[in-house]
């Protein structure tokens, strides 16, 4: 499975933006899809993952209520549309495909090679 993330940018507190994982290769929608981000001098963290049906979300605390992941299957493409962006979600956000939904980024069988986003304040 590859994975193409796109979607980021530099944008100012409160502003909103979308990402998208276009995935392609070996059946790529029976995968879960979830999206990491990692800033400056941290470590890689979960943000968000969608189940390979898009029926269900999962969230990380710092971002639930703000930020939504999609999928549409018939395009094999994620999205996480971010909402109310803060300063601290300034990071390179990668999206990820795997079997299993976890929170562990090692645990992840895919990688995109990730978009970076910038939020002033």
């Known amino acids: 499975v590859q994975l193409q993330a796109s979607g980021g940018g530099l944008v100012q507190t409160g502003d909103s933006l979308r990402l998208s994982c276009a995935a392609s290769g070996r059946a790529g929608k029976n995968y879960h899809m979830g999206w990491f981000r990692q800033a400056p001098g941290k470590e890689r963290e979960f943000v968000a993952a969608?189940?390979?049906?898009?029926?269900?979300?999962y969230y990380a605390d710092s971002v639930k209520g703000r930020f939504t992941i999609s999928r549409d299957n018939t395009k094999n493409t994620v999205y996480l549309l971010m909402n109310s962006l803060k300063p601290e979600d300034t990071a390179v956000y990668y999206c990820a495909a795997g079997g299993r939904i976890l929170g562990d980024p090692t645990r992840w069988n895919y990688w995109g090679q990730g978009t970076e986003v910038t939020v002033s304040s």
């Open positions: 969608i189940s390979w049906s898009g029926g269900n979300g």
